[in-house]
Each structure stands twice: as structure tokens, then as C-alpha cells.
């Protein structure tokens, strides 16, 4: 899946971003025009494409061919809620609703070949269906009812990954054997990510304690199919209030990347990250949330002081003095997804009294080097 998604904000800034996520509605498709070659190009005029949803949206996510959305909001009651998506190049025409209602909104995640939600019930029921959606009624891919429904699922290839109250486990879209795979035994993996071979996540090994202010995060990893014992390829000390676990790390097939105690990007390398010192990629001190990155550049969300909207930053995987704007015009959500050609995020429009919700999911080609 790719919600994606996952930051190293304040916690007051974390809790407004995920309670403005909740509260969109009506949203549209707006799929906006060229390869973007300059530092700032708001993709606020010219779109190519405007396909209204008609739907309340709680969460969405994307693939290189489709656009998936949790219907949502005050409006719509718990037992309609259901899972949607259409082909990015004619939604209008190509929406499915996947089977099943009454689901836990964020709670679903996009596999290679398959689309995987929670089921809004006591045993926490994980159904799947092929991301072109179901010839019959959704495969139960596993009950667990220690399963946290609220929690980002993460899925890699036809697998789903989630976290129980004491262990995490995977299981093929085609549904669990009568005991899941075990990935990590013995602990909770937050902000898990699959990268290749290998699941990372981050622990809070040492809270802070007695009034201090700082918390130990280790970023771990394992074989995704659980082979071998989870190591700790970073040790991260931060001050009490940031987290690793929603946005603040992310990895590609070499490096770490993470948002350190002053809201800078570091870097190492995989193989040898606790024992050499790290590299300063981006040195702004604007708090920043949501990293990624792709095979060229990073990308996150800040939310400068002077303004009321988040904007979505870009800088090369090579570091830069100087971030580039993507994005001015982000939604409060301050929730960015990618795939392989593009950015999408969620829109803003002016009305009396202040800003709100433009019921649209833009999209722009992520920058050209």
C-alpha cells in the first residue's frame, strides 16, 4: 500500500494535522498538467482534469494507476463507509467500491496486487480484494483482535503487514495460515516501512522519565519474513514531544534518512549508520513532519509561523542550504502521497472568515533535476 505515509512533529502539531485529515469531504480529482522544472509552480490553475468523488473522504492513497479512498465524515454513517478507487486517467468512468462496509477509514493499506482494510468490528476483521477490485465477496485475511484498527497498515507485494499488541505479523492477500507469519516477535513496530528485503520501524527504547525531556529511538530492521533476529542500525535521541514513529525517518535501498532534535534531515548509510558520524542533508530549522524520498529528491511538510496553510518542500537526495517550495497551498492535513511520476495532496479554498477544505485531491509531476 502506499499510504501512506508518518512524522516528526510536536505532538500538538500532529494531532491537528491527523484531526483536519478527518474532516474531509466531497473531494475531486485534479490532475494537473507538465513536468515541473522550477522551484515553485502551484498547481492552482489549468488543470487538466476535475472528476468530482461524491464522497466524504477519510484517507487516500495512490498507485502508479489508481487513486484509492475510505469514505468518511460526520455525514456518513458507520455502516456505509466503504473503500473506493478509479483509474487516475478516468475516474469518472472506473470507480469500484470494493466489498464490505462499516470500515475503519485509515485503516487500509495498497499492495502490489491487492487492497487490504479493517472491518469495523470487535474482532478486527482484515478483508482483501485485487486493487481492480472483487469478483465476489472480500477475502478475511486474518481476525485479530489485539490488532490497533487505527494504526497505517503497511503491504509489500501480496503481503500485509500489521502490528498486534505484542508482535507483528504478515500474511498473503489470499488470507492467513491458522497461525500469521511472525515478522517481529516481542515488539510493536511503529512507522513500519517495507524497503526491499527488509522491514524498518522505530522503537521507543527509553521514554523520558522523572521530567527530562529527551526519549531514545532505535530504527530497526529484519527480513520481512521474519528469518532472522531484528537489529538496531540507529540509536536517536530526541527531546520529549517528537516522534519517529509518523513522518520523522524513511530509508531507500541504501540510506537512512531522519529528522533529528532541531528538525534537520541526517543521513547514513544502511551498513554502517551507528558507527559513523551522520551527514547534514537539509539544515533549515522550520518544523518539519512526513519525510520521504524517491530515487532523486526528499520531500516533507512544514508549517512555517508566518503563514496559516502547510506547505509541502523538496531538496535533492544530495542535500541543499536552500529547500524549494512544491507545494503552497497544502491542506492542514499536511498528508503528501507519491508514486512514481507524481505528488498528490489535498486542497485549500478561501472562504469568508478564513480557509477550508477545496473537496479536491490535486496532483503535479514531482521535480525534474
Same mark, same amino acid.
Given at each position: 500500500?502506499?499510504?501512506?505515509?508518518?512524522?516528526?512533529?510536536?505532538?500538538?502539531?500532529?494531532?491537528?494535522?491527523?484531526?483536519?485529515?478527518?474532516?474531509?469531504?466531497?473531494?475531486?480529482?485534479?490532475?494537473?498538467?507538465?513536468?515541473?522544472?522550477?522551484?515553485?509552480?502551484?498547481?492552482?490553475?489549468?488543470?487538466?482534469?476535475?472528476?468530482?468523488?461524491?464522497?466524504?473522504?477519510?484517507?487516500?492513497?495512490?498507485?502508479?494507476?489508481?487513486?484509492?479512498?475510505?469514505?468518511?465524515?460526520?455525514?456518513?454513517?458507520?455502516?456505509?463507509?466503504?473503500?473506493?478507487?478509479?483509474?487516475?486517467?478516468?475516474?469518472?468512468?472506473?470507480?469500484?467500491?470494493?466489498?464490505?462496509?462499516?470500515?475503519?477509514?485509515?485503516?487500509?493499506?495498497?499492495?502490489?496486487?491487492?487492497?487490504?482494510?479493517?472491518?469495523?468490528?470487535?474482532?478486527?476483521?482484515?478483508?482483501?480484494?485485487?486493487?481492480?477490485?472483487?469478483?465476489?465477496?472480500?477475502?478475511?485475511?486474518?481476525?485479530?483482535?489485539?490488532?490497533?484498527?487505527?494504526?497505517?497498515?503497511?503491504?509489500?507485494?501480496?503481503?500485509?503487514?500489521?502490528?498486534?499488541?505484542?508482535?507483528?505479523?504478515?500474511?498473503?492477500?489470499?488470507?492467513?495460515?491458522?497461525?500469521?507469519?511472525?515478522?517481529?516477535?516481542?515488539?510493536?513496530?511503529?512507522?513500519?516501512?517495507?524497503?526491499?528485503?527488509?522491514? %524498518?520501524?522505530?522503537? /521507543?527504547?527509553?521514554? &523520558? $522519565?522523572? +521530567? *527530562?525531556?529527551?526519549?531514545?529511538?532505535? @530504527?530497526? #530492521?529484519?527480513?520481512?519474513?521474519?528469518?532472522?533476529?531484528?537489529?538496531?542500525?540507529?540509536?536517536?535521541?530526541?527531546?520529549?514531544?517528537?516522534?519517529?514513529?509518523?513522518?520523522?525517518?524513511?530509508?531507500?535501498?541504501?540510506?537512512?534518512?531522519?529528522?533529528?532534535?532541531?528538525?534537520?534531515?541526517?543521513?547514513?548509510?544502511?551498513?554502517?549508520?551507528?558507527?559513523?558520524?551522520?551527514?547534514?542533508?537539509?539544515?533549515?530549522?522550520?518544523?518539519?513532519?512526513?519525510?520521504?524520498?524517491?530515487?532523486?529528491?526528499?520531500?516533507?511538510?512544514?508549517?512555517?509561523?508566518?503563514?496559516?496553510?502547510?506547505?509541502?518542500?523538496?531538496?535533492?537526495?544530495?542535500?541543499?542550504?536552500?529547500?524549494?517550495?512544491?507545494?503552497?497551498?497544502?491542506?492542514?492535513?499536511?498528508?503528501?502521497?507519491?508514486?512514481?511520476? %507524481?505528488?498528490?495532496? /489535498?486542497?485549500?479554498? &478561501? $472562504?469568508? +472568515? *478564513?480557509?477550508?477544505?477545496?473537496?479536491? @485531491?490535486? #496532483?503535479?509531476?514531482?521535480?525534474?533535476?
Amino acid at each position: 500500500m502506499t499510504n501512506s505515509t508518518l512524522n516528526s512533529a510536536p505532538a500538538a502539531l500532529l494531532g491537528a494535522c491527523l484531526a483536519c485529515l478527518s474532516a474531509c469531504s466531497g473531494k475531486a480529482l485534479i490532475l494537473d498538467g507538465g513536468p515541473q522544472n522550477t522551484a515553485v509552480t502551484p498547481p492552482d490553475a489549468g488543470a487538466a482534469e476535475s472528476t468530482p468523488l461524491h464522497d466524504e473522504i477519510e484517507a487516500f492513497w495512490v498507485d502508479d494507476a489508481r487513486l484509492y479512498w475510505a469514505t468518511g465524515g460526520d455525514s456518513v454513517p458507520i455502516e456505509s463507509q466503504k473503500m473506493q478507487s478509479c483509474l487516475h486517467d478516468d475516474c469518472a468512468n472506473t470507480t469500484i467500491t470494493y466489498g464490505g462496509t462499516s470500515l475503519y477509514g485509515e485503516a487500509a493499506a495498497i499492495g502490489q496486487t491487492a487492497v487490504f482494510w479493517t472491518k469495523r468490528d470487535s474482532e478486527a476483521t482484515v478483508l482483501s480484494c485485487p486493487n481492480a477490485g472483487c469478483t465476489g465477496t472480500p477475502t478475511k485475511v486474518v481476525q485479530d483482535p489485539n490488532l490497533n484498527p487505527t494504526a497505517p497498515f503497511v503491504a509489500d507485494g501480496d503481503y500485509f503487514y500489521w502490528t498486534s499488541a505484542f508482535d507483528t505479523y504478515r500474511c498473503p492477500s489470499a488470507g492467513c495460515a491458522e497461525i500469521p507469519e511472525v515478522v517481529v516477535q516481542g515488539e510493536t513496530a511503529s512507522g513500519m516501512q517495507i524497503v526491499g528485503a527488509y522491514a %524498518y520501524w522505530a522503537r /521507543e527504547a527509553s521514554p &523520558a $522519565v522523572d +521530567g *527530562g525531556t529527551e526519549t531514545t529511538w532505535e @530504527i530497526r #530492521r529484519v527480513p520481512k519474513d521474519g528469518s532472522a533476529v531484528p537489529a538496531t542500525i540507529k540509536t536517536i535521541t530526541l527531546t520529549l514531544g517528537i516522534t519517529m514513529s509518523w513522518g520523522g525517518f524513511t530509508v531507500d535501498g541504501t540510506r537512512l534518512y531522519w529528522l533529528d532534535d532541531t528538525s534537520h534531515v541526517q543521513s547514513c548509510s544502511l551498513e554502517s549508520c551507528e558507527e559513523e558520524a551522520p551527514t547534514a542533508l537539509v539544515t533549515t530549522d522550520t518544523v518539519k513532519f512526513g519525510l520521504q524520498v524517491d530515487a532523486t529528491n526528499m520531500y516533507w511538510v512544514e508549517h512555517p509561523v508566518s503563514v496559516i496553510l502547510d506547505v509541502a518542500m523538496y531538496c535533492p537526495l544530495s542535500g541543499c542550504s536552500a529547500p524549494q517550495v512544491l507545494i503552497s497551498d497544502l491542506n492542514f492535513s499536511g498528508t503528501l502521497e507519491l508514486d512514481s511520476s %507524481y505528488v498528490y495532496w /489535498e486542497g485549500t479554498q &478561501a $472562504v469568508a +472568515g *478564513g480557509i477550508t477544505d477545496d473537496h479536491n @485531491i490535486h #496532483r503535479i509531476r514531482k521535480p525534474t533535476q
